[in-house]
């Protein structure tokens, strides 16, 4: 069964450096989202993106994030000058043909920010 | 704000049971709604999806729909202690391309 592949599975990066997190999404969906998890609390929305732009984010999403499809395949999330409180579960999904379709999501990357 | 609402457990229940969850949302234009299972650690995985009032079934999960009360939930039959995870509610509308998650309720299902 085509999953959802997110790379690496933990990263750890010190307070202000940059990090990428990397997604694969199912090969003929055409809806892309990341969401984050911070320990013991709810899944949040960041952003969808559809049509190679964003569609919507949430207030979380603001100028220190920014997402990419820099080819067919990858699906990108960028942090710029991490902060302590981005430490958390980085979740990539993705949806078919239609945006209710259900979302399938990746394992996760855990971000570590020290 | 869009809000879901979860009671956040945990619910216990006996194997065999049937274990109820619930699921209430603000937004009257929400048309799309999901159940997903998430363990401890692991990422949310998909159980089932409904659209319509009702109920809809799949092996030992019936979720059930109630749009005039605002109201999902999702019974699980014959309850296994593999279901012990946390259940989380998501709801999508025809606005926006994104999930709301409630908080989860965590279910522990005793042997």
């Known amino acids: 069964e085509p999953e959802v592949t997110q790379t690496p599975s933990h990263q750890v990066t010190q307070m202000g450096q940059e990090v990428i997190l990397r997604c694969v999404p199912i090969?003929?969906?055409?809806?892309f989202y990341w969401y984050r998890q911070i320990l013991g609390q709810k899944v949040e929305f960041l952003v969808s993106f559809y049509n190679n732009e964003i569609s919507e984010k949430s207030e979380i999403f603001d100028d220190q994030f920014s997402v990419e499809r820099p080819d067919g395949s990858n699906f990108t999330l960028k942090i710029r000058s991490t902060k302590l409180e981005d430490s958390a579960m980085y979740f990539c999904?993705?949806?078919?043909?239609?945006?209710?379709?259900?979302?399938?999501f990746g394992d996760g990357t855990r971000l570590s920010i020290l | 704000q869009k809000e879901v609402e979860q009671n956040s457990g945990p619910l216990s229940v006996p194997e065999g049971a049937i274990a109820s969850l619930n699921c209430t949302y603000s937004d009257r234009v929400s048309q799309s709604f999901f159940w997903y299972r998430q363990y401890s650690g692991k990422s949310p995985e998909l159980i089932m999806s409904?659209?319509?009032?009702g109920d809809k079934e799949d092996g030992r999960f019936t979720a059930q729909l109630n749009k005039a009360s605002q109201y999902v939930s999702l019974l699980i039959r014959d309850s296994q202690p593999s279901d012990s995870a946390t259940y989380l509610c998501a709801v999508l509308d025809n606005y926006g391309q994104n999930f709301v998650f409630g908080p989860g309720t965590r279910l522990s299902v005793l042997p």
């Open positions: 999904a993705s949806s078919g043909q239609i945006s209710n379709q259900p979302q399938h």
């Open positions: 090969s003929n969906h055409l809806y």
């Open positions: 409904i659209y319509s009032n």
